[in-house]
């Protein structure tokens, strides 16, 4: 599975391919090229080697749009789309066997509509706690 978030709405984008590697990652791009169609498109990947791939550099420089950048190894927390993926399999492939890879591919759209019906912009960070409207006031006497 590829996906990517869009972090100022919350949309998602997934696809399923039959393997992990820079032309299923060079297809993800494509779809968040179309899905974006004007402006620049800052992508934050991790560091996996098809991220890296000869072959996907080659691409981006036909595509000077999209700004690729990196987070730090052993920083995956940093990266949004990592809630995202926890929230996407708890709603998609929690508890369920699939029988075959059409199986998979239809939980994975069906899910990301379903997300992305809901969606909401993402922030990093824990939202502020609520102001407290009755505080309690302590008088001591002498």
């Not at 299923?24 to 169609?37: D, M, S, T, V, W």
């Not at 000869?54 to 700004?67: K, N, S, V």
Request: hydrophobic residues 40%.
């Amino acid at each position: 599975m590829f996906g990517a978030l869009r972090v100022k709405d919350g949309k998602s984008l997934t696809f399923t391919s039959r393997s992990r590697n820079s032309k299923g990652y060079i297809k993800l791009l494509e779809k968040i090229e179309r899905a974006i169609p004007r402006g620049l498109i800052y992508l934050i990947a991790d560091n996996l080697s098809t991220h890296k791939s000869a072959l996907l550099r080659e691409w981006l420089t036909e595509h000077p749009r999209i700004e690729h950048a990196f987070i730090p190894k052993g920083a995956a927390w940093l990266n949004m789309i990592e809630v995202w993926w926890r929230l996407f399999r708890r709603q998609a492939l929690a508890g369920i066997d699939f029988a075959d890879s059409y199986e998979i591919d239809y939980a994975t759209r069906v899910a990301t509509r379903q997300l992305n019906r809901k969606a909401k912009p993402w922030v990093w960070g824990r939202p502020p706690k609520p102001p407290r409207h009755r505080r309690r006031t302590f008088v001591y006497r002498l």
